[in-house]
C-alpha cells in the first residue's frame, strides 16, 4: 500500500506563489509515474502536471510557464512550484501516482490539499 501525503497548500493573493509537495511512503518510487491533479468546487477533477519515472515532464496549457513539476527521489517527493498564480487556480490540489502513466491510470491518490487565490 502506498500512501501520499500532500502539504503546502493555503491561501494567496492572485500572483503569489505556492510550493506543493508529496511525499510518498513506498520504497519503490522511482517505480512510479507521479502527477498532480486538481477539483474546482461543482467541476470534475482535471489532470494539472505529470512527470514520468526518467522525469519527462507534461503540463496543462492553461498552467505552462507557470506551474512546473520536479521529483526528488531521494526524498520520495513529489513538487508542484506554482507561480503567477491566479484565481482560477483556486481548487482541492491531489497528487496521484501510476504504475503505467498518470494519462492512463491512477494507482493511490493523496487526500487533498486545498489552495485559495485570492483577487
Known amino acids: 500500500q502506498v500512501q501520499l501525503v500532500e502539504s503546502g497548500g493555503g491561501l494567496v493573493q492572485a500572483g503569489g506563489s505556492l510550493r506543493l509537495s508529496c511525499a510518498a511512503s513506498?520504497?519503490?518510487?522511482?517505480?512510479?509515474?507521479m502527477g498532480w491533479f486538481r477539483q474546482a468546487p461543482g467541476k470534475e477533477r482535471e489532470f494539472v502536471a505529470g512527470?514520468?519515472?526518467?522525469?519527462?515532464?507534461q503540463v496543462v496549457d492553461s498552467v505552462k510557464g507557470r506551474f512546473t513539476i520536479s521529483r526528488d527521489s531521494a526524498k520520495n517527493t513529489v513538487f508542484l512550484q506554482m507561480n503567477s498564480l491566479r484565481p482560477e487556480d483556486t481548487a482541492v490540489y491531489y497528487c496521484?501516482?501510476?504504475?503505467?502513466?498518470?494519462?492512463?491510470?491512477?494507482?493511490?491518490w493523496g487526500q487533498g490539499t486545498q489552495v485559495t487565490v485570492s483577487s
Open positions: 496521484a501516482a501510476s504504475r503505467f502513466g498518470v494519462d492512463r491510470s491512477i494507482d493511490y
Open positions: 513506498v520504497r519503490t518510487f522511482s517505480s512510479y509515474a
Open positions: 512527470i514520468s519515472r526518467s522525469g519527462t515532464t
